[in-house]
């Protein structure tokens, strides 16, 4: 099974919501990178997260506006998601 990141509102403002599912409980990371691939924020960092559906929220209203990369890796598995913030 392969590791999938749903992100919305995309594009985006004030709040992302990222959800994805994981089919066993692994170490995972979801970092949030800008246009250049410097490491914005870091989401989550957690030693096995357990398996299931999971919904994070970002408070977004202080990153300037432009092009993300959402990067959420999970185990040896990693999934990305381009995103939008607009002003």
Known sequence: N???IKAFPNP???QLWV???LNETVD???VLYDAMGRQVRQLVSANKMVAGQHRI???AMYLPPGMYWLQLRAGQ???TS???KMD
């Open 57 to 59: 929220s970002l408070e």
């Open 12 to 14: 985006f403002s004030l």
């Open 77 to 79: 598995q990693i999934a």
């Open 19 to 21: 959800e994805f599912d």
């Open 28 to 30: 995972i990371g979801l």
């Open 2 to 4: 392969s590791l999938k």
């Open 82 to 84: 381009k995103l939008v």
